[in-house]
C-alpha cells in the first residue's frame, strides 16, 4: 500500500530526554498516556494484563500519531504494542506483522494510535517511523509521549524488582514508612504490620505505645490512623515526648474517654533514617 | 506461657509489653527465652518514657484479668499490681455529671465542680 503514496516521506525521531523543559502541554500528554494504558488493558483479558501491563510499564518511547485518511505509517519492525483510538471503522484500517499501519482506506477523519516500543535493543535506545502520504500537511499530529530509557545498554526499570527492604529504607516521602493493624483488647496483639516492631506496650485503656523497627529520622513524622468501634478519635498521648524510634497514641470516644478497639490501623508518614 | 514486662511508673501507674509469642515467628537460630527477653529490651531502647523503669517480667495469666479496672492498676515492684478504688477516671466524673444532670432539679454548683474536674482531668 505504501507504494501508492511515493511523496511526502517523512522521517521522525522522537527527541530525547528533557527533564527540565517540561510544559503544561507535556503534563497533558502524560495523562493521555496513562488512559491509552488504561483503555488498552481494558481490552484484553486479566490473565493477559498482568504481562502486558508489565510490557507497558518498561516501555522504551512512546509516541502518539494521528493518521488521517489517506495516510500510511511505516514503523520499523520491532517488539512494539500499538493501540488505537477513535477508529470510526476498524475494518479501514490493516496492520500487518511488521507494525505497518494502513490508513489508506479509512474514513476516519483522524485517528490517533499510541505506539510503545519496548525492544531492548533500539538502535540509540529511539526508534523512528517513516510517514508516506500523497498530503504532507496532514502531518502535523505526531509527538512523543514519554521515554523511560533512553540509554542503548541495560535494561529499563521493572517495578516488579522493587522490594520491601526498598520501601524501607527508601527517602521517598510519598511513601508510607510504616503502618500497623492490631487488636487493642484484652492482650494487644499485631494483626499485620511494617517496619514495626512485635511489642505493643499497653499503657491503659486505649493507650499503646508502639515502637518503629527502623526509625525516622526526626521526630517531624505523621501519624493517620482510626480504630474501630465507639473509638473516634487517634491521637498522640500529649504527655509523651515524641521520639524517632516509637510514638505512644490515645483512643478515644466522643465523650473524651480513652477506649479500647478490637481492630486499630495506622499509618506513618516522614522521613527515615 | 505468654510472657510479658510490667514496667512499674514513676507515678505509680503501670505499662505492659507483650512480645510475640509465636513460636513459628522465632528465628530458627534462637532460644525462645531469649527472642522473647530481646523483643522486650527492645522497649527500653526505643522509648524513653521506659528507660530506667522498674519491671518484671511475668506470665500474662498472672496480670488482673478485669480489663474494666485497667486504669486504676498501680503499684511498684515490691508490692506488685494493685486495683486503686480511690482512682477517680474521667469516666466515673461522666457518670457523676450524667447522674445529676438527671435529677428533676440539678444542683447547679454540684454540676459546675464535676464539669470543673472533667476540664481538669486531661487524660485518664
Not at chain 1, 171 to 195: E, H, I
Amino acid at each position: 500500500m505504501a507504494s501508492q503514496y511515493p511523496t511526502g516521506k517523512k522521517d521522525f525521531k522522537p527527541p530525547v530526554d528533557h527533564e527540565d523543559d517540561i510544559e503544561a502541554a507535556d503534563i497533558i500528554t502524560l495523562q493521555e498516556e496513562n488512559r491509552a494504558i488504561q483503555d488498552f488493558l481494558g481490552t484484553v483479558s486479566k490473565v493477559q494484563n498482568i504481562g502486558l501491563a508489565k510490557m507497558l510499564l518498561n516501555f522504551r518511547q512512546a509516541v502518539a500519531i494521528n493518521v488521517t485518511a489517506g495516510d500510511t505509517v511505516q514503523i520499523p519492525a520491532q517488539e512494539m504494542m500499538i493501540d488505537q483510538r477513535a477508529v470510526r471503522n476498524t475494518a479501514d484500517i490493516s496492520l500487518d506483522l511488521n507494525g505497518n499501519i494502513d490508513g489508506s482506506g479509512s474514513s476516519a477523519v483522524s485517528t490517533t494510535y499510541y505506539v510503545y516500543a519496548v525492544d531492548d535493543n533500539v538502535p540509540g535506545g529511539t526508534f523512528s517511523m517513516s510517514f508516506r502520504t500523497s498530503n504532507a500537511d496532514n502531518f502535523t499530529g505526531e509527538r512523543m509521549l514519554g521515554s523511560v530509557l533512553t540509554a542503548t545498554t541495560g535494561s529499563p526499570p521493572d517495578i516488579d524488582s522493587i522490594t520491601d527492604d526498598d520501601i524501607a529504607t527508601s527517602t521517598n516521602q510519598k511513601l508510607c514508612q510504616a503502618w500497623g493493624s492490631f487488636n487493642g483488647t484484652g492482650t494487644p496483639v499485631y494483626y499485620d504490620r511494617f517496619n514495626m516492631t512485635s511489642v505493643i506496650t499497653d499503657n491503659g485503656v486505649g493507650d499503646y505505645t508502639l515502637n518503629i523497627d527502623t526509625d525516622m529520622a526526626n521526630a517531624n513524622y505523621v501519624i493517620v490512623g482510626m480504630g474501630g468501634g465507639s473509638a473516634q478519635i487517634l491521637s498522640r498521648h500529649s504527655s509523651a515526648t515524641v521520639l524517632k524510634g516509637s510514638f505512644r497514641i490515645v483512643l478515644r470516644d466522643f465523650s473524651g474517654s480513652a477506649v479500647d478497639a478490637d481492630r486499630i490501623g495506622f499509618a506513618v508518614f516522614g522521613d527515615v533514617s | 506461657m505468654s510472657i510479658c514486662r510490667v514496667w512499674f511508673r514513676l507515678d505509680g501507674k503501670i505499662s505492659v509489653s507483650y512480645p510475640d509469642t509465636n513460636p513459628q515467628n522465632k528465628p530458627s537460630d534462637m532460644a525462645y527465652r531469649t527472642w522473647i527477653t530481646q523483643q522486650l529490651d527492645s522497649v527500653a531502647e526505643k522509648s524513653l518514657e521506659f528507660s530506667g523503669l522498674e519491671y518484671t517480667d511475668m506470665d500474662t495469666s498472672e496480670l488482673l484479668q478485669v480489663r474494666a479496672d485497667r486504669n486504676r492498676w498501680r503499684g511498684d515492684k515490691g508490692t506488685g499490681i494493685n486495683i486503686d478504688k480511690k482512682v477517680v477516671l474521667r469516666q466515673d466524673l461522666c457518670s457523676a455529671l450524667d447522674k445529676e444532670l438527671g435529677k428533676p432539679e440539678p444542683d447547679t454548683i454540684n454540676v459546675l465542680r464535676i464539669q470543673r474536674k472533667l476540664n481538669k482531668q486531661e487524660h485518664d
